[in-house]
């Protein structure tokens, strides 16, 4: 069965989750989309055991799962409403939202709160991206930053990050993303990130560099292009370039001075976006952790005992 519809416009979210009863129903229904059913005897007769805190028990069994289980909003003391409008926020914001947006948008008092809801949310980014690309792919790698803020606050030289991008090609337009911070250009990193990203049998695009020809030899379909066969202004990678175009201007207008250290987090988030750029209902439950519910969950996460 399907789960239930995402609304389409920010009215729409307004009125459909206007209340915390509403968003109660939407996790109920997320959970259960057929009627209740009890994880342990499969009985399909609940009740209600502690309402606020969303707990559900079987009448068989007396079995409880409470809807928030194996959700980003387990054991959350904050309203459901702020949880659903904040995913809402960072699933259809563009370029990204900030923890101060988030807070002036929810009107939360503390800005702790705002930061911690933010990443949180942020945490869902990483892990959907597992399975790997297909079909025709474009690999290329690229330089990223070079300025950092000075620890005395002056802006210093900081060193630039080797990242490297992986995209299907479809016709014209591009499919699924994937970024990695590399070590360096040699044959084996470079093989290692295909490895990681990209189908074997798959045809991989590159440019003239000698590093990607470890790619044939590794059950890769590897088509290099170099740039100076090209035909004068034609883009040997157009859709590798178009993306590292668009992450660039992306972190520059949002992520200025991003460290080393924070920068793999940043390329999640950036792939989470290009992904599900034309399905917010799909940001917008990843973000939530509606999609993983359905996983097998150990017991605390499926008893409330903070009850
Ligand atoms: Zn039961």
Request: glycine letters at 8%; charged letters at 20%; a positive charge.
């Amino acid at each position: 069965m399907s789960r239930p519809a995402y609304p389409l416009s920010i009215l729409e979210f307004q009125d459909r989750f206007a209340t915390e009863e509403a968003c109660r129903d939407y996790l109920f229904e997320s959970r259960w989309p057929d009627g209740f059913v009890c994880r342990q005897c499969g009985a399909q007769r609940a009740g209600v055991l502690h309402r606020v805190r969303l707990v559900w028990q079987c009448k068989v069994c007396g079995a409880q799962t409470s809807v928030t289980a194996g959700t980003v909003m387990h054991r959350t003391k904050l309203p459901l409403r702020t949880w659903f409008w904040a995913a809402y926020l960072v699933a259809t914001h563009h370029p990204g939202i900030s923890a101060k947006q988030l807070q002036r948008q929810l009107g939360l008092s503390r800005h702790e709160t705002a930061w911690a809801l933010l990443h949180k949310l942020r945490g869902a980014m990483v892990a959907p991206e597992r399975t790997l690309l297909s079909g025709a792919v474009e690999i290329d790698e690229f330089f990223l930053g070079g300025y950092e803020e000075g620890l005395k606050g002056g802006r210093q030289r900081g060193k630039k990050a080797l990242v490297a991008v992986a995209i299907e090609t479809r016709g014209r337009g591009s499919g699924r993303v994937r970024m990695a911070v590399l070590t360096d250009a040699s044959g084996p990193s470079l093989l290692a990130f295909a490895q990681a990203t990209t189908e074997p049998e798959t045809i991989v695009y590159t440019d003239g560099l000698a590093s990607y020809r470890v790619l044939a030899r590794h059950r890769y379909d590897h088509c290099a292009r170099p740039q100076r066969t090209a035909v004068q202004g034609e883009d040997v990678l157009p859709k590798a370039h178009r993306a590292i175009s668009n992450l660039k201007a992306w972190m520059h207008g949002t992520h200025r001075g991003v460290s080393d250290h924070h920068l793999p987090s940043y390329l999640d988030e950036f792939v989470f976006r290009h992904n599900r750029r034309r399905t917010p209902m799909a940001a917008f439950q990843t973000l939530l952790g509606l999609s993983a519910q359905h996983e097998p969950l150990t017991y605390p996460d499926i008893i409330d005992r903070a009850a």
